[in-house]
C-alpha cells in the first residue's frame, strides 16, 4: 500500500467509540466486494466485476506477511463489531484467493 500501512497503533475517537485508524479502510473495501460479488452473481456486467475483484485480490497479494497480518486483524476487529456479517467478513481473504499465514 502506497503511502502507509493498513492499520496504526493509535486509537481515533469515532462517534463515542474508539476505532483504529484504518478500520474504515476495510469498511470500504468490504463495502466494494460485496457490492462486486453481487454483481458478479446477478449484473449485466459481471465480467467486469470479477475482473475488478481478481484486481483487487492482486492488489492485497502484494502485502507481506506482516501487512497481511495486520489486514486479518482489522477484518477481526470490523467482523466482530458486526455479528451478522462476520462469517462473510472472515471469509473474504479466502474468498479472493489470498494466504498469508
Known amino acids: 500500500m ?14 463515542g467509540e474508539v476505532v483504529l485508524q484504518g478500520d474504515e479502510v476495510v469498511r470500504a473495501l468490504l463495502t466494494a466486494v ?23 485480490a492482486f492488489e492485497l497479494g502484494r502485502m507481506g506477511s506482516g501487512e497481511g497480518r495486520r489486514f486479518l486483524d482489522v477484518l477481526d476487529r470490523v467482523a466482530a463489531a458486526e455479528p451478522d456479517r462476520a462469517a ?3 471469509d473474504v ?8 499465514i
Open 34 to 56: 460485496a457490492a462486486l460479488e453481487d454483481l458478479v452473481k446477478v449484473g449485466p456486467d459481471s465480467p467486469m466485476a470479477l475482473s475488478t475483484l481478481e484486481e483487487i
Open 88 to 90: 462473510w467478513i472472515r
Open 2 to 15: 502506497r503511502g502507509g500501512s493498513i492499520t496504526s497503533s493509535s486509537p481515533a475517537l469515532v462517534e
Open 93 to 100: 481473504p479466502s474468498a479472493l484467493g489470498l494466504e498469508w
